[in-house]
């Protein structure tokens, strides 16, 4: 079944850390560009960070660039997320996105939720 | 980096109505935009890429069209499970940037 499943979100302080993981199955991982969206409560949609799938390429959005770290493991069909110096705007559910063509995205995990508060 | 407005915010639409949803940006830019239909409680799910390319297994009555800074995606006859929110996305531009989303609600 080709799917996304994340984990690895919860409750953190303010200047907190925390590493989402999101495993693949049902595609070529290693090749497949790979991205971060998120959404915070009642919000809309906003692309974190993107991972190429042919190159070692990786982007930020300037809201997290510096306090994040996108990374995968290919060995293990394993994107992942280091979240270092949270802060309470970056509580949101997390998803994992699979690319299709061009950064548009065809497969999505449910996501995983990230609570940032004291 | 390039602004995406949605337009309206909400919709409220009779099943069966045609419905047309706009994204306009605030700037020209290569044409590759996407749209995204989400519902409570789930991941959004790809409709159209490339401004107007249904992505697999979308139906026909989902269609996207538009050009320069100007975006539509229309749905020809509006079913029951298209009450959603609907998202549009640049994509290949970066950064890469969504629009605030329209909710097609019932009338």
């Known amino acids: 079944e080709v799917q996304l499943l994340e984990s690895g979100g919860g409750l953190v302080q303010p200047g907190g850390s925390l590493r989402l993981s999101c495993v693949a199955s049902?595609?070529?991982?290693?090749?497949?560009?790979m991205a971060w969206v998120r959404q915070a409560p009642g919000k809309g949609l906003e692309w974190v960070s993107a991972?190429?799938?042919?190159?070692?390429?990786?982007d930020y959005a300037d809201s997290v660039k510096g306090r994040f770290t996108i990374s995968r493991d290919n060995s293990k069909n394993t994107l992942y997320l280091q979240m270092n110096s949270l802060r309470a705007d970056d509580t949101a559910v997390y998803y994992c996105?699979?690319?299709?063509?061009?950064?548009?995205?065809?497969?999505w995990g449910r996501g995983t939720l990230v609570t940032v508060s004291s | 980096e390039i602004v995406m407005t949605q337009s309206p915010a909400t919709l409220s639409v009779s099943p069966g109505e045609r419905v047309t949803l706009s994204c306009r940006a605030s700037?020209?830019?290569?044409?590759?935009l996407a749209w995204y239909q989400q519902k409570p409680g789930q991941a959004p799910r790809l409709l159209i890429y490339?401004?107007?390319t249904r992505a697999t297994g979308i139906p026909a009555r989902f269609s996207g069209s538009g050009s320069g800074t100007e975006f539509t995606l229309t749905i020809s006859s509006l079913q029951s499970e298209d009450f959603a929110v609907y998202y549009c996305?640049?994509?290949?531009?970066?950064?890469?940037?969504f629009g605030g989303g329209t909710k097609v609600e019932i009338k």
């Open positions: 996105a699979k690319d299709l063509w061009g950064w548009s995205f065809d497969l």
């Open positions: 049902g595609f070529t991982f290693s090749t497949t560009a």
């Open positions: 991972f190429g799938g042919t190159d070692d390429k990786t």
């Open positions: 700037q020209s830019f290569n044409n590759n």
């Open positions: 490339r401004a107007s």
């Open positions: 996305q640049i994509h290949n531009n970066w950064p890469l940037t």
